[in-house]
Each structure stands twice: as C-alpha cells, then as structure tokens.
C-alpha cells in the first residue's frame, strides 16, 4: 500500500477524535448512571447545610449547565490537563494517575524488554524445526505459557520468592529505607529515578521486586511470540526472494535474518502492538497480587470510594492507551516498510 | 573441451499422495560445454524447470532423483544423494522467471549485492567496486544501488537479477524463462544482453524457454525436450532448420511465423503430465511417423554430432 | 437509444475515444485526478471483417477491450454496435451485449470452478426464452463445434487442461450465435502445440460462419493467422493500421519496425 506524508497525518488526525470520542462516551456514561454525583462530590452531607453544600457541588461540576455545554467543559478541561482533585487521595488526579501510571508502565517495559527477545529467539528456533520435536514442543509451551491466568501464575511465583528465595517482592520500594534515604521520585520511574539520586542500595531494592511481576507479565508475550514468529517465519522462508538468496549462495544465518525476518517485521509489529494493550490490563491484575500500587488498584479504589473525577480520568486514560498504541503500531509499521513512502 | 555440466541417466521426480514417484525428468544424458549458450527447450511439463533446477541447487527437499549429474567436474547429484555445497551460489547461479519477487523489498539494492559477495571475502569497499561494475557491463548506473526494488522498472529488475547471479563469481548461470513477460521487441535486446554477459564474462548459460525460434536464434546448442527426456540435442541452427526428432519437427512447424500464411500444422493431443516410467517412447501417441516398433524401442542415435531419441529419425527429409 | 445514420454500416465503431481511470491523490481526498489510459482512439470493423489490435504491456489494449464490451465509460467519443451508442442507455448497451461473443484471457481463470461445464454453457442463454430441450441442443452443438466430446459437458473446469478450457471458452461465446467474436489474448496461456490447435479452430469456425473477429493480442504472428487488418496500439494511441502485408513490409512507425523485426528468424 503506498502512501505519503498523509497516511501520518490522517493517522494521528483521526485518533484525536477517537480519543474525543472516548472522553465524552465516558463523561456520559458516568453522568447518566444511576445516583447523583453532585451528591456524591459533596461526601453525602445531611442536615441543615445539606441541600446549599449539593447546590454548590452541583455548580462546582458543572452539572448546572446544558448538557452539551458539559460534554464541550468537559473536554477542554481533560485536553489541557484539568481533572480535577481526587476525594480519596487528596491528590490531584493527575499526579495520582501518574504516580499510579508510572508504575504499570514501568512494569509493563521492563516485561517487554525481556518478553520480545525471548519470545522473538524462541519462535525463530522453534519455525526451523517445523515438524520436529524440538519444535513443536516449543510450540505447545507457548500455547500454555500464553494462556495460563496471571494470576495465578503470579500467586506461584509470589509464594516462590518470598519462602523458597526468602526474597520479598512485594510493592516497587522498600518504603521505610526509601523515606530515610531521602528518595524523591522524578520521573515515577523508580529504576531511572534511583540510579538519578545515585542509590545503588534502592536501585537493586527495587529491582528485585520488579523482576518477578515482570517474569509474568512477559509471559504473554513470550508464549505469541513464539505462536506468531513461527508462522510468520514459516510463510516467510517460502518467499521467492528468501529461495534466491539461498540460490545465491548467501549463507544460512543470513538468509534466516536478514531475507526472512526482515519480512516478518511488519507483521511482528502489529501482533506486539496488540500484545503490549492487552498486557496492561494483565499487567494491572499482575500489580494487584503484587502488591503494586498501579493503574488496577487505583481504578478499583476509585470507583469503591465514589471518586468521581479520578475514575472518570482514570478510565479515559486506559481507553486511550488502546488508541494510542495503535496509533504508533501502525505508524511504526508504514515507517519500516520502505514500500510505503512517508 | 571442457564440460560445464554433464549428466548420465539422471532422473528427478517427486512422491504423490501414494508415495509413488511421478518422474518429471527422465533418464537425461546432457552435456553442456564451457562458455556455450544452451537452451532447454519445451513446452509446459517437459521437465526443462525441473532440469534447470537441479543444476542451479534448487530443486526442493522432497524432491527424488536418481543417476548422476557433474558440474565441471564435481558430482552434484549420485542417485538420492544430492550434495550442493561449495556449487550452489559458488559454481552455479540462478535467474528466475520473475526478477521482481526475487528481490527483498526490505533492503536496498546495494545490500543485496553486499550480502552475496560477502561470501567471497571480500572486504565492502572492494565489494562496491565489484557491484558497480557489473551493474555497468548491464548497462546500469551506480545509483541502481541506492534503490530499492519497488523503485525499479522490471527490466532494471531483469538486468540487476543477472547481476546478482554474475556476483556470486558462477561459472554457470541458469536463466529460467527470462524472456516470458518481456515485449516482444525488447525480448532481442535481452537476448543480445546474454550474449554480452557471456562473451565478457566468459560464463556458460543455460537458458529455459518455451519459445523454440528464440532459441534458435540465441543459444549455440539446443536441448529439445518432450516428457521429460532430451528427445533431441544439438547445434541450434541445425535442430531447427533440419529437426531429426519428429517431435522437433512438429514444433518448429506449429509456431507461426511471421509472413508465411500457410495452414498451421497442429499435434493432435496435449502434452503429457509427469507421471511413470514407461520402456517405449513417449511422444508415441501423437507421432504422425509412429511404428509399432516404437512402443518398445527407443535408441538414442548421434547424427551429425547431434544425439536424438528416436530410431528411425528423420534424415533425408528436408524441412525448412 | 441513438442510432446514427451511416453508422450501421459498421459492426463496430469506436470514434474518437479517450478513457481512463480516476485515482486519489491527495490528502482531502476531494481531488481526484483522472489518468487518460487511451486516447483518441478510433477504430471500425464491418460484418465479416477480421482485426487484430496488437499491443504490448501498458498500451491500453486491456481498457480497449472494457470500453468496447461497455465496462469502462469513455470520457470522450463513443461506442457504436452495428449503429447504438452503448453508453447512451442501458436497455441499448443489453441489446448491443448480445450481439457480442467475448472469449477472456486466461482460461484457467476464466470459469466457476464450483460448476459443471454444461451449466457455464448455459449462462449465455439464460436471458432467452429457449425451451430446456433447446437449451440442451445448443450446448451439445456448441461442444461439438469446437472439437470436444459430448462427455465434456459434466466435466468440472478443473479436469480439463488450458487447450479444453480455451474451447469451451470459445463453444460459450458463440452459443448465442454472435456477430462480433471479441477474443482476448486467445493463445497466449497456452503451449505452442495447443495454440496451434486452437488458431485452426478459430478459423474453421470463421469460414463456417463468417462473424466479425476482433482479437486483442501482442502476439503478432498469431494475429496474421486470425486476422487481414492490423492495428497497433502503444501507450494509448493508434501508432498505425491497415493490411497486415502493408504494415509489416512497410511499417511508418520505428516501433512497429522493431517489432516486426524480432519475430523474423535472423540470429542475434
């Protein structure tokens, strides 16, 4: 499919509405449910000052106004980065969000990291050896380590850390060491920001307990990596080119490499893409077991405690992700493929 | 005079569903000499492919074959061992039918070419050099390197596929079809492109085509093959002007010519598909010269230096 | 419907065409840009008449053919069989339609897999109101027309090779009896030995009935055999025309020369 400078621009132009629309189908959803926000907003208040503290919440969220004129506030109010205070934490949505975010991102790269190789070798290895045990063993664990529940793989390797390696993987930082050592989180991500601060000791610390959600995490990965990268391997060495260069006389390491897989990239791309978005809800469950305070806990202590605003943005910002990643997937993909000129 | 290639009684086939061997290509003696253009000529399922084939290294895995087949030499093939290494993209090179899908789009060029003469050691600075003259001697710029195929027309494509097959350092190019999906009037000028590549290069070339006044008009010798046997080789001009197999002499007088409006002959039937051996001779069923004889016998005779498969050829009758 | 005076004399008149496609070219998709892949092209045949068009990749001898069976619209000129402007409405176009048998390239392509031979014969005459013992009648004649046993009839598509295929292909164009045969690339997907089997057949079938042949090939020493009139088509335009011993003893256009030279048998 060839394309110009456009396809980028038509790309990104059409997933700003998308997003748009996404903000105001959950603004409606969560005005239209069942009870009244003004209420809520104003922490259920009874007595004498009860109706003037609702009519004041009610100003205070706009909810006076047209329900058009809302939706527009609305809107303004997410794309300049007005969300809001949140009543639970006591912090603004933003920062909650992000301190939260930051966390399932930081999981979610560190498992990819590992994920993509791994998954990437193995289903090379395992698509040279079609037809063979080695290589349909390797297919079958993949299906398994694909689709075996987090959770439950997260427990195992929780229990394992903790009594068999005596090592505690709970949360992202030793806390008690982290406030006598004066760590101040920059970034959010706790990896980058302890090797900025110069802490070796809480760089570690949080490493250790990083590796094991994060060895969960990339399982998925890992299992359609191998899936995938076989297939597309296979249909890859049955090319034309790939069959010359062999006839070339170019040696094997470089046909499978530089022939095959580069063909295969595009198509790799787009399934990870898919992965990664799919990966952040496993990721928030992943949190949960470990103790982890990300996106899930703060979406599920949200909505417990009638936080309107921050579960508002909290949603919005999970439906985007799909978009967004979407969005870079495709582009990434138009960009490696030199056939599509950009 | 030095043999290129040469095979004795060499037989390729594959396994069907029953796991019986369809033979595509019959108990061949072929000789190619060094620094010739010689053609396989026939029509669809003939098995000229599947000889050109296995003489480049690309016949498939599954592919079954018996007898031998040498190249300069070296025994490639000895009944069902087939050992190519050190003459596949070493000895012997391939041009395939269609130049476009045998490229990577994924890489430019110039990468393409670094990757095959890589293999000959040689460092990328000599390996440019290399490229860029070859591509000259193909009529082609420097710039050619810097592009990616889907950039190039299909006859940039044509010539930079013969450059590839040139860079592995072969002695024998085998070129499948090259001028099936080319107009007619450039067909010559790639033709006549061979002819270059082989006087300056000092290559043997081994050229498919179905088209038998294209390889009359540019190979030296000529294999004519019907079934999956050579049922006639030798000097072009004289397979073609004076056919000695009656199977060569149906097909130079079916194609149509240009300005001789006389009524086409035709050959009742179709062309056979790979399938078994049988002792007689194949084309039996649609030989208008046929013989009881023939269902049992067939001699390879040599006549004037030119080796058929029939035995009772036809000297003495005069065709033009 | 229009029909012009002095146009009937002609069994097909292509005037003045000039068609094409549109393609998107920008970001707005509001503007389309139309590429010409035929210009001013002008073409006649009278009943009877046979006409080769010879044209090589990228002339347009492909979109010719799309114009004449009232495929593509052309933006200029019109299209007149036996005197009705096919474009003008589509009760003229069905008309004109019927008069046309069209033999299409690729036989192996050509044809519902999923169907028996004798119902893709019976295609043609579904639109008419012959009775099912007629119907019958014509496909075993047609079959047998074209040299193929009546068993071919239950056939599928699939157990029959390229030189069955391209018979059965010309048995169902001329089913209806037409008076223009519209052949595309009739020989070209197939062996030299078939071909030559199917250039009879043709003309056979020709000196029976006397049909207008238009024939659409690069292929110019099978067009001579078809054909008295050439026309050579290159990159959308008629480069030159007339009796096949004028044009090729005497070709006006450097390419035509360079074409009639690579099918003469000097060596290279």
């Not at chain 1, 909810?63 to 639970?88: A, E, H, R």
């Not at chain 1, 959600?213 to 299992?223: E, M, N, R, T």
């Not at chain 3, 028996?116 to 009775?131: C, D, G, V």
Request: aromatic share 8%; with cysteine.
């Amino acid at each position: 499919m060839v394309a110009s400078l456009n396809y980028l621009f038509k790309r990104v132009f059409y997933s700003v509405f998308i997003v748009i629309g996404i903000i105001v189908v959950t603004y409606l959803l969560i005005i239209l449910s069942p009870g009244d926000p003004a209420a809520r907003w104003a922490g259920n208040p009874r007595g004498p000052g009860a109706e003037k503290a609702i009519e004041f919440a009610r100003v205070e969220l706009n909810l006076d106004k047209p329900l058009y004129l809302q939706v527009i506030l609305f809107i303004y109010n997410v794309l300049t980065g007005n969300l809001g205070v949140s009543i639970s934490t006591k912090t603004p949505v933003l920062t909650a969000i992000w301190t939260h975010m930051s966390s399932t991102l930081e999981l979610l790269i560190f498992a990819y990291i590992i994920g993509i190789p791994i998954g990437v070798l193995l289903g090379v290895f395992s698509s040279l050896r079609r037809g063979s045990f080695k290589g349909d063993v390797l297919e079958s664990i993949g299906f398994i380590v694909a689709n075996t529940p987090s959770f439950w793989t997260g427990m195992a390797l929780f229990l394992v850390f903790s009594e068999v390696l005596g090592v505690s993987s709970y949360g992202r930082i030793d806390t008690r060491l982290a406030t006598i050592m004066g760590f101040k989180p920059i970034t959010g991500f706790y990896l980058i920001d302890t090797l900025i601060q110069g802490n070796i000791i809480l760089f570690f610390d949080v490493l250790k307990r990083l590796i094991p959600p994060a060895i969960v995490v990339s399982l998925y990965p890992i299992g359609t990596g191998i899936r995938v990268v076989r297939v597309l391997m296979s249909e890859a060495l049955s090319e034309d080119y790939v069959k010359q260069a062999i006839a070339l006389g170019v040696s094997r390491r470089t046909v499978i490499w530089d022939y095959a897989f580069k063909g295969i990239i595009p198509g790799l791309t787009q399934v990870m893409g898919l992965s990664f978005v799919y990966s952040l809800v496993d990721a928030m469950v992943v949190e949960y077991v470990f103790g982890r305070e990300g996106l899930g806990s703060l979406l599920v202590g949200a909505v417990v405690s009638n936080d309107f605003k921050l579960a508002v943005a909290t949603l919005i910002i999970i439906s985007s992700f799909y978009i967004i990643a979407n969005t870079i997937t495709d582009i990434v993909q138009a960009w490696i493929d030199p056939r599509v000129k950009l | 005079m030095v043999l290129a290639v040469e095979s004795k009684g060499l037989s390729i086939g594959y396994l069907d569903e029953e796991d019986r061997v369809l033979w595509v290509v019959k108990n061949v003696d072929m000789q190619v000499r060094e620094g010739e253009i010689y053609c396989l000529v026939g029509e669809s399922g003939c098995g000229k492919t599947t000889l050109g084939s296995s003489i480049a290294g690309v016949l498939p895995p599954y592919s079954v074959t018996r007898g031998e087949l040498i190249i300069y030499g070296r025994r490639v093939i000895k009944d069902d061992l087939r050992s190519y290494e050190g003459v596949r993209g070493k000895l012997t090179s391939y041009i395939p039918q269609n130049p476009g899908s045998s490229l990577s789009p994924y890489m430019r060029i110039w990468d393409q070419f670094w990757r095959v003469l890589r293999e000959q050691g040689l460092n990328e600075k000599t390996a440019k050099e290399r490229a860029t003259a070859i591509l000259k001697t193909l009529s082609l710029g420097q710039g050619v390197l810097e592009h990616y195929p889907h950039e190039l027309s299909g006859g940039m494509l044509q010539r930079v596929a013969i450059g590839l097959s040139l860079a592995t350092g072969a002695k024998v190019l085998v070129a499948d079809e090259p001028t099936s999906s080319v107009d007619a009037h450039l067909k010559l000028q790639l033709m006549r492109l061979f002819k270059d590549v082989r006087d300056n290069y000092g290559v043997t070339i081994v050229l498919i085509t179905h088209d038998i006044l294209l390889a009359g008009k540019a190979c030296d010798r000529v294999a004519v093959m019907y079934a999956g046997e050579i049922v006639e080789e030798g000097d072009s001009i004289s397979v073609l002007t004076r056919p000695l197999h009656p199977y060569t002499k149906l097909l130079v007088d079916v194609v149509p010519l240009l300005g001789f409006k006389k009524t086409l002959a035709s050959i009742p039937g179709e062309p056979p598909k790979p399938g078994l051996l049988r002792e007689g001779c194949y084309f039996y069923e649609r030989c208008p010269f046929r013989d009881e004889v023939c269902l049992n016998h067939v001699e390879t005779q040599v006549i004037d230096g030119r080796r058929v498969k029939c035995w009772k050829p036809l000297v003495d009758k005069t065709t033009s | 419907m229009l029909e012009t005076p002095g146009g009937q004399d002609y069994l097909v008149k292509v005037e003045n065409v000039t068609a094409g496609y549109l393609s998107v070219t920008s970001f707005s998709s509001l503007t389309k840009t139309f590429t010409p892949v035929l210009r001013d092209i002008n073409l006649s045949l009278r009943d009877g008449e046979r006409v080769a068009v010879i044209g090589e990749s990228g002339s347009g001898k492909t979109t010719l053919l799309k114009v004449i069976l009232g495929l593509l619209k052309p933006v200029k000129g019109r299209v007149l069989i036996e005197g009705l402007d096919i474009y003008s409405s589509r009760k003229a176009w069905l008309r004109a339609v019927k008069k046309i048998g069209y033999v299409p390239q690729d036989p192996f392509k050509a044809l519902d897999p999923r169907v028996k031979i004798k119902t893709s014969l019976m295609e043609p005459l579904e639109t008419s109101r012959y009775s099912r013992e007629e119907v019958n009648r014509l496909i075993k004649e047609a079959v047998k027309l074209v040299g193929l046993p009546e068993e071919v009839l239950e056939y599928y598509p699939s157990s029959l090779s390229g030189g069955m295929l391209q018979r059965v292909l010309i048995a169902r164009a001329l089913i209806n009896r037409p008076k223009l045969f519209l052949l595309d690339e009739p020989t070209s997907s197939l062996d030299v030995s078939t071909q030559a089997q199917i250039i009879n057949l043709i003309n056979t079938i020709y000196h029976n009935y006397k049909m207008g042949i238009l024939l659409v090939t690069h292929d110019l020493a099978v067009a001579q055999y078809l054909a008295e009139r050439v026309i050579i088509l290159r990159e959308g335009r008629v480069i030159e025309e007339g009796f096949f011993e004028d044009v090729i003893l005497n070709p006006r256009h450097e390419y035509t020369r360079l074409l009639v030279k690579s099918y003469m048998m000097e060596p290279i």
